[in-house]
């Protein structure tokens, strides 16, 4: 019996390399390029793209819940972040995967974007636009939240745990009805 057992674990971790972990580390199974990130403001109503955001903390999340990267964006509201992620399986064709990108930036509330492909057209890039929505007292301020379905409050918390798992400060606001306040870029080890 005992070697049985032995044997299928062995089995499922030769052939299902995700169950032990492997998938993460394997060259087979994971994609590597350049994300290439643009975070601006939104104008409204149009929702058009607007100026860029300088100093945004962009959060880049794999598949399997880890931070891969952050970076801040520069003077153009830009970055560029090199990312490895895993191979995503339901696109066999492709030699691509998926990661979740975070945006945060004083003044504003938070993005999250859950579906940004990776090497999707076998560049070894990636690319994804966020419009930030300014703060603003006379509306409910949360994060905005694209590609999922999920309810909000799942969403919040999730931000919660990433943010508190990378040490990021929550933004100072000087009105009381905005609370809490959305995150910010800063860092709790800066």
Same mark, same amino acid.
């Given at each position: 019996m005992v070697k049985e057992s032995f044997f299928i674990l062995l089995s499922l971790f030769c052939f299902y390399p995700a169950i !032990? /972990?492997?998938?993460?580390t394997n060259g087979e199974?994971?994609? !590597?390029?350049?994300? =290439?990130?643009?975070? =601006?403001?939104t104008i409204e109503p149009a929702g058009e793209q607007g100026m860029?955001? !300088?100093?945004?903390?962009?959060?880049?999340i794999n598949s399997l819940g880890k931070i891969i990267a952050t970076k801040l964006t520069n003077s153009k509201g830009e970055a560029t972040l090199p990312v490895i992620a895993p191979k995503d399986l339901r696109f066999p064709m492709k030699n691509m995967g998926e990661v979740t990108v975070i945006?945060?930036?004083? /003044?504003?509330?938070?993005?999250?974007?859950? !579906?940004?492909?990776i090497n999707e057209y076998n560049d070894h890039t990636g690319r994804v636009s966020i419009s930030l929505w300014k703060i603003d007292p006379k509306r409910r301020n949360e994060p905005q939240f694209l590609n999922a379905s999920f309810h909000r409050f799942t969403v919040f918390d999730m931000l919660d745990y990433y943010a508190a798992k990378i040490g990021l400060k929550r933004q100072y606001i000087n009105d009381e009805s905005i609370a809490p306040a959305p995150w910010g870029p800063a860092m709790t080890l800066e």
């Amino acid at each position: 019996m005992v070697k049985e057992s032995f044997f299928i674990l062995l089995s499922l971790f030769c052939f299902y390399p995700a169950i !032990s /972990g492997f998938a993460e580390t394997n060259g087979e199974n994971t994609v !590597s390029a350049i994300l =290439t990130a643009k975070v =601006t403001t939104t104008i409204e109503p149009a929702g058009e793209q607007g100026m860029p955001i !300088s100093n945004a903390r962009l959060v880049v999340i794999n598949s399997l819940g880890k931070i891969i990267a952050t970076k801040l964006t520069n003077s153009k509201g830009e970055a560029t972040l090199p990312v490895i992620a895993p191979k995503d399986l339901r696109f066999p064709m492709k030699n691509m995967g998926e990661v979740t990108v975070i945006a945060v930036a004083n /003044g504003y509330n938070e993005h999250i974007d859950f !579906s940004v492909p990776i090497n999707e057209y076998n560049d070894h890039t990636g690319r994804v636009s966020i419009s930030l929505w300014k703060i603003d007292p006379k509306r409910r301020n949360e994060p905005q939240f694209l590609n999922a379905s999920f309810h909000r409050f799942t969403v919040f918390d999730m931000l919660d745990y990433y943010a508190a798992k990378i040490g990021l400060k929550r933004q100072y606001i000087n009105d009381e009805s905005i609370a809490p306040a959305p995150w910010g870029p800063a860092m709790t080890l800066e």
